[in-house]
């Protein structure tokens, strides 16, 4: 343990130049980030992946073979490989349903949902709202009582006139562009004249057509054009995540050692501390909510395949990825396998709502106090407010990165105002705050 009366004895100057320095540094480094940030994905990603394959990392290091350690080099390439294989096999043997499931789903399920929304379930919500406004006293008709499909009153010249005519009798006068008649259903027809753009108009609708024709080809390239781009972009990303974060794997000792020399003798005990709440915040947050994905697709599986719902798997794995966002994952993951359940049969619809609501549950009161732990415990208002902050500013990855930059910040407040206010920390509770 470093005696902390060595910062009593550092020179004034000293201390001064230290700290300039210190001070340069953090401003050089925001504005680094700053002036880089469209190319930082890479780099946040590939901390992140090395800090959930650290353990794994060192754990193997560890393992002796033919009388020696492996060398942590060799440590990384062997996960790296097992990474990708595995990767790679899943694509092969997933990819294949899914894009069938996805298209099935596109073709039939949803044509059948907005279907069933039209005949069912939006009349009773219209009939409802009927009810409703006739008890406050202002229904005007009854709920009940067919929509007017009429459509608006022909202000212009009738369809056909009935005249009397000079020798006697009646005659029908048609108009002059013709009669045009439409059905309006089973049982009654619309008769009116036929609606004719006039001439200019049909002249900038034939070279809005024309425009169309000859931009179609290089709408399709541009398209076309934009997929190979964006596909490449994202092989060349996966590559340079993967290996920024092999880098960082292979020369963790030296990145610490690093940091470490950059503080004080005399305050590297409280960094060490702080390193370690940061740790054990992020454990939590990162490491177990991979952990709690694993587990919600797993029993999510489990819960479809039981209630025989349609597209199982791909909905498992759907709930799968959209569990890595807290609590507004779950809800929109939640959405179309009830949704589909629900084309299948009221019942089984609500056996899926309440198997998802009974995954959360275990989620909310046994894993999470068991894998997250209590370091990593963010209040729901703040987890919430960072949600929300990061899609706003930073999209679907801001959300992604929400919650562990919230982590961070949480760490960093605790440790400062432990050292800034000691007697704060034994009092958190406030004296009127329930007990249980």
């Known amino acids: 343990m470093v005696d902390r009366t060595l910062a009593l ?12 320095f210190l001070a340069v540094c953090a401003l050089v480094f925001v504005a680094t980030l700053y002036a880089f940030q469209a190319v930082l994905r890479p780099f946040v990603l590939g901390a992140l992946l090395a ?30 490989v097992g990474l990708i294989t595995s990767l790679v096999l899943g694509i092969t043997a997933i990819t294949p349903r899914v894009v069938v499931e996805v298209r099935d789903f596109a073709v039939h399920e949803v044509p059948e949902i ?34 007017n499909v009429d459509g608006p009153d022909e202000a212009d010249e009738p369809a056909l006139r009935i005249e009397a005519a000079p020798a006697g009798g009646w005659r029908v006068v048609l108009p002059s562009d013709g009669l045009q008649i439409e059905r309006i259903d089973e049982n009654r027809f619309r008769v009116g004249s036929p609606r004719v753009s006039p001439p200019g108009e049909q002249e900038g609708l034939g070279r809005k057509l024309q425009a169309l024709g000859a931009g179609h080809l290089s709408d399709i390239v541009r398209v076309g054009s934009g997929i190979i781009g964006g596909v490449i972009g994202g092989i060349f990303g996966f590559f340079m995540t993967m290996m920024v974060s092999a880098y960082m794997l292979v020369t963790e000792a030296q990145i610490w050692g690093f940091l470490r020399g950059l503080v004080h003798p005399a305050a590297r005990d409280d960094f060490d501390a702080l390193l370690d709440r940061l740790d054990r915040g992020l454990k939590g947050v990162v490491r177990g909510q991979l952990i709690i994905c694993m587990v919600n697709g797993v029993l999510s599986a489990v819960g479809f395949a039981i209630a025989g719902l349609k597209y199982g798997p791909t909905l498992a794995l759907v709930a799968t990825v959209f569990s890595l966002v807290p609590i507004f994952g779950s809800i929109l993951s939640s959405v179309p396998a009830v949704a589909i359940g ?23 009161n046994l894993l999470n106090p068991k894998i997250m732990g209590d370091a990593a415990k963010i209040h729901p208002v703040l987890v919430v407010f960072s949600l929300l902050a990061g899609e706003h500013f930073f999209g679907i990855q801001g959300a992604l990165l929400a919650v562990p930059v919230m982590s961070i910040v949480q760490s960093l407040f605790l440790h400062w105002r ?19």
């Open 9 to 20: 004895d550092e020179d004034p100057a000293a201390r001064r130049r230290r700290r300039i």
């Open 51 to 80: 800090y959930v394959l650290a353990p794994v990392v060192t754990a193997l290091s560890k393992v002796r073979v033919a009388g020696r350690a492996m060398p942590r080099w060799a440590a990384v390439l062997t996960i790296y």
């Open 114 to 147: 907005r279907a069933k929304a039209q005949r069912t379930w939006l009349p009773s919500v219209q009939r409802l709202a009927g009810r409703l406004q006739g008890v406050l006293g202002g229904a005007t008709h009854s709920p009940d009582a067919p929509p």
């Open 342 to 364: 629900l084309t299948q049969s009221f019942g089984t619809g609500v056996f899926v709502l309440l198997w998802i609501l009974g995954i959360h549950q275990l989620e909310a």
């Open 418 to 436: 432990e050292r800034a206010l000691p007697w704060s920390a034994h009092d958190d509770a406030h004296p009127h705050a329930p007990t249980e």
